[in-house]
């Protein structure tokens, strides 16, 4: 075999090695090749450096995916298609409704059965001053009519139960259970019925009915508009709100099972016995309570990770923000999370240590609300699963009281519905015994059992049955110990991260796949309970771990093979720092804000570099400068050789220079002295509807690209006659310039100069439009106000959310002209029409069950 | 020839997460939770709660991307997000009473993002160059962690076949990482 053959062999070997799939001979051929052949060994080093960026890639899927199964999801982008089209087929669709489908004023009558106090005027009912008026109908409802209410029956439309205008005062609605939507309509827009009860206030007192009847319109128009808006109204509205709340799709009377604030129900076994003793918690998908978990009272609890002894269901459950309880059930199986929040997506976690698992989802057309308004998810079914028990014994065949005992997913093994790494661990007692149960039957797991000084000792198994009288034989293991010096200056390196690698263990099972130290103050970290023989051991210095405002250069930590029984030393190659320097170049004054970018230097990176150092690093962005009053920051973890760093203050020109990094540990000092910049930017901001000019409006010019963070920042206010002069800007054709311009009761305008396009000397008048503002009140069945009810509003890039306050009260503001569903729990509670600019709607009390 | 990075800019990122696909939002995490876990790690965030900040933090910025006004300053946010996120979190674990009490063995965790090297633009470049048989070869090796059997019966492959395919994704990774290709 030539040399190039065996380097091929020997890197394929090295390529099986990352798979596991290499013999301890073709370990031992490749060890003794890599170590005398330094292009091989580079090799190897890339392919550990591409598995540890995918694993990686794993680790950081394995949160997003976390991250996105607690959030509320982003409607796609095929519903905002399925919006447009709706919205532009539904006047169609709505005319030709209107006119085969809407009844015929002309005959229709309102279904009033009876009235108290007020009086009726055709379709008009008008309360009294004095009293409440009570208007009964025809369905069994019941309207009550605050003194000089007046409210307006309209024929309905189809699917619609009744359709009533509140002209002026407040009505509250007692709905029967019956078919059909029942509508309110006020001057601000349409509630509809979807609880029970239902509160609808009119502030604003206007002349004629919206929508109303109008016996001068001429007929065949009425109702081509009549069901055109109905029919819009219908279909965007069905359309938003699936684009806001999922997949779900609502009709009058599905509220009783929406809307809850606290969950109960029943454990029961597989025989249908109860369970007690369960810990049952719910998520609720909705992370506004972060990082507490809320006991039964409502209190908050401690952090997930204390539950030390359920650590193999934290994985599992992801027991973290949006998740409340837990409640224990009691000897009849029953439990009760209460203040569950806003459930969007509810699931009901149950914990057992003697039963598996279990994650139910919250069926809401199965569940009931009880009388105390809890949601009823009725019986939750938890399985026994299989068991495995025994003994650990030391060498000699006696017991090992407190060993850790786990069971585990051996890694590569696909189908569960967990994390991969979910364990369950427990402990053996006096008379080293153990016994885990609950475990996925039909299921391959790996028992294993260690203590702090013994080699694990593993058995794998298949959980068809339960598995008892198991003995794990626990050997002692040897210690290694690695010592961390700086490899220039030969001092300890204290705090240094030392994990160590073996393959044979590694991909067995997590809990003991790697073991880890941290280095003393003598830089002297000690691995113990392995078997002798030789590792990798992977070193990252503390200096290397990140830091605040320093993303950490990647590759930086360091592996060598290391043997046990022998002192290690592996030398780590210490981050050198820069000083550096900002001042102003006209006075030499210095600059105490500004930011930092930092590159390597790509032109001069070359392969001998890259052996010696790693590969490329991201770019260093410090976002946020920490400058001393003398203009000083100190730049650390940069390895040796070019960079070239980039310099931004506000009100200067950005400088890029060349930094060069020595080899010494020295830090190095490099001074950078803008020039102010000189470009004038001038313009005007007037009120879009009238023309007038807007004073002290908040004037942000933004330079920017989008390699770096911002470049320069500018703020300024208008003049009373709403002009601004802004200075102090590039004049750079290089970066973007945002103007953006804010005032309080307005949207925000901006303009944009995009880079390349030249910088004008002045702008075209800014035009503000007026916000709109739609405020509301969320109270329970007996009119207490909900705070932290997460409300939702708009669609798709527009979606907007806020939380009640203490007084059950929510705002929306800051948003333009446009129809906008209100949904509360998958619900909508109403839809508001915000037709002109300034417009401040009011949306009816939302009351719950 | 240098590698170039391929991946797209965050504030392109983040307007799909905006404009309704969530599979951005994963490429936003890959990047920054580094950066993330950096600034937690700063805070003195313990490494077992560290995954649970880090949750806490994307999740807030997912919820409130809507609210970010340039999206080129993604990263920014983010760490401002992280920055408020980890004072909390270490402001309540200091006031919990039993803060020390029966802490969970390390080697007990699960490996988070933070224990992870970092993947690299260059690496990321080359995985976007490298011809799909190879990446996702690679991908079902150690992203879904597969082993050779279970990427065989995947793809197709008798074990040697996967063995010879890992061998020569890995190469050409390599030269695409030093620009070779």
């Known amino acids: 075999m030539n040399a190039h053959d065996e380097h091929a062999r020997i890197r394929r070997l090295i390529s099986q090695a990352a798979d596991d799939a290499v013999t301890a001979d073709e370990q031992r051929a490749v060890a003794t090749h890599v170590a005398t052949c330094d292009a091989c060994a580079t090799f190897a080093r890339d392919v550990a450096a591409i598995g540890d960026a995918l694993a990686h890639r794993a680790a950081a899927d394995a949160l997003a995916d976390r991250v996105l199964a607690r959030v509320a999801p982003r409607p796609h982008r095929w519903r905002r298609l399925a919006i447009a089209a709706a919205l532009l087929v539904a006047p169609i669709a709505g005319i030709v409704l209107g006119l085969v489908l809407s009844s015929d004023p002309d005959t229709w009558t309102p279904p009033i059965a009876s009235v108290d106090g007020a009086s009726v005027r055709g379709r008009t009912v008008v309360a009294g001053d004095g009293a409440d008026a009570t208007v009964r109908l025809t369905d069994g409802s019941r309207l009550v009519l605050a003194p000089a209410c007046t409210v307006a029956f309209n024929a309905p439309g189809r699917g619609e139960r009744h359709r009533i205008d509140v002209v002026r005062g407040s009505v509250t609605a007692h709905v029967a259970d019956a078919d059909g939507r029942f509508i309110l309509r006020t001057p601000a827009g349409t509630a509809e019925a979807l609880g029970t009860t239902f509160t609808v206030g009119c502030d604003v007192l206007v002349d004629d009915t919206p929508d109303g009847p109008d016996e001068e319109e001429p007929r065949m128009t009425k109702r081509m508009t009549v069901g055109a808006a109905m029919t819009v109204a219908v279909l965007a509205g069905v359309v938003l709100v699936r684009s806001v709340i999922g997949e779900e799709t609502l009709h009058a009377g599905e509220s009783r099972a929406l809307t809850t604030w606290s969950v109960a129900g029943r454990v029961i076994d597989e025989q249908g016995s109860p369970v007690a003793g369960a810990k049952v918690w719910v998520d609720n998908g909705t992370p506004f309570q972060t990082g507490v978990v809320m006991d039964g009272a409502g209190e908050p609890s401690v952090p997930w990770r204390t539950f030390s002894g359920e650590a193999a269901f934290i994985d599992t459950f992801a027991i973290g923000p949006s998740t409340y309880g837990p409640a224990t059930t009691g000897p009849d199986g029953r439990f009760h999370v209460r203040n569950v929040g806003s459930p969007m997506r509810g699931k009901v976690l149950v914990l057992h240590p003697d039963y598996r698992e279990c994650k139910q989802p919250i069926d809401r057309a199965r569940s009931t609300v009880r009388g105390d308004g809890a949601l009823d998810v009725g019986d939750v079914r938890i399985a026994q699963g299989r068991r495995v028990s025994g003994r650990v014994v030391d060498a000699s065949g006696e017991p090992v009281a407190g060993a850790s005992v786990a069971v585990a997913i051996p890694r590569g093994a696909t189908g569960y519905s967990g994390h991969e790494g979910a364990l369950r661990m427990s402990e053996t007692d006096a008379d080293g015994r153990f016994d885990v149960r609950g475990l996925v039957e039909g299921r391959p797991f790996v028992l294993g059992a260690w203590t702090a000084t013994s080699i694990p000792a593993e058995h794998p198994f298949t959980a068809d049955r339960d598995h008892g009288d198991v003995e794990l034989r626990l050997t002692e293991g040897v210690a290694m110990t690695v010592s961390v010096r700086d490899g220039r200056t030969g001092t300890p390196v204290a705090g240094a991260a030392v994990r160590l690698h073996d393959p044979g263990m590694e991909n067995r099972y997590d809990v003991v796949s790697i073991q880890r130290a941290t280095t003393d103050a003598d830089g002297r970290a000690t691995l113990r309970g392995i078997a002798p023989g030789t590792y990798r051991v992977n070193v990252v210095p503390p200096d290397r771990k990140g830091r605040i405002g320093v993303e950490s250069p990647p590759a930086w930590s360091v592996t060598r093979e290391c043997t046990s029984g022998t002192d290690n030393v592996i030398e780590v190659d210490a981050a050198r720092a820069v000083a550096l320097t900002v001042v102003d170049a006209g006075s030499a004054e210095p600059l105490t804000a500004w930011r930092v970018s930092v590159r390597p230097d790509r032109a001069v990176f070359d392969k001998a570099y890259a052996e010696r150092y790693g590969w490329p690093a991201s770019d260093i962005t410090i976002d946020e400068s920490k400058a001393t009053e003398a203009g000083r920051f100190v730049l650390q973890s940069l390895r040796p050789g070019p960079w070239i760093a980039r310099v931004f203050a506000d009100g200067y020109r950005p400088l890029e220079q060349r930094i060069d990094v020595p080899e010494s540990n020295a830090t190095t000092t490099v001074r950078f002295a803008l020039e102010a910049a000189s470009g004038v930017l001038r313009g005007a901001v007037v009120d879009d509807a009238t023309g007038e000019p807007i004073a002290d409006a908040l004037v942000d010019c933004y330079e920017w690209s989008p390699r770096h963070y911002g470049v320069n920042r500018r703020k300024f206010e208008t003049d009373a006659a709403g002009a601004f002069t802004a200075t102090g800007l590039t004049d750079e054709t290089a970066f973007d310039l945002k103007v953006w311009v804010s005032k309080p009761g307005y949207l925000r305008g901006e303009v944009v100069v995009k880079r390349g396009e030249p910088r004008p000397a002045a702008l075209e008048p800014i035009r503000l439009v007026r916000e709109c503002t739609i405020r509301g009140r969320i109270v329970d069945a007996s009119g207490r106000p909900l705070d932290r009810v997460r409300v939702l509003t708009g669609g798709g890039k527009d979606a907007r959310d806020t939380l009640t306050d203490r007084d059950g009260r929510f705002t929306f503001t800051g948003l333009p002209t446009g129809r906008y569903p209100i949904v509360v729990d998958h619900a909508k509670i109403a839809t508001v029409t915000l037709t002109h600019p300034g417009e401040s709607a009011k949306v009816p009390d939302h009351r719950t069950r | ?181």
């Open chain 2, 1 to 181: 020839m240098s590698a170039v990075p391929v991946t797209p800019p965050d504030e392109r990122l983040v307007g799909q997460v905006l404009g309704g696909e969530p599979a951005a939002f994963r490429l936003l995490v890959r990047r920054h939770a580094d950066g993330v876990a950096a600034i937690a790690h700063g805070f003195g965030v313990d490494r077992n709660a560290s995954d649970d900040v880090l949750q806490d933090v994307f999740a807030a910025a997912y919820e409130r991307l809507g609210q970010l006004r340039d999206p080129s300053r993604f990263g920014g946010w983010l760490h401002e997000i992280a920055r408020n996120r980890c004072r909390r979190h270490v402001a309540r674990e200091a006031k919990r009473p039993d803060a020390d009490a029966a802490p969970i063995p390390e080697g007990a965790v699960a490996a988070t993002a933070a224990d992870r090297a970092p993947e690299s633009d260059a690496i990321a470049a080359a995985l976007e160059r490298l011809p799909a048989h190879f990446r996702v070869a690679l991908e079902l090796r150690h992203v879904d962690g597969l082993g050779l059997a279970e990427i065989g019966a995947r793809l197709g492959l008798e074990v040697n076949g996967v063995n010879a395919r890992l061998y020569r994704a890995r190469q050409m990774m390599r030269r695409l990482m030093k620009g070779d290709e």
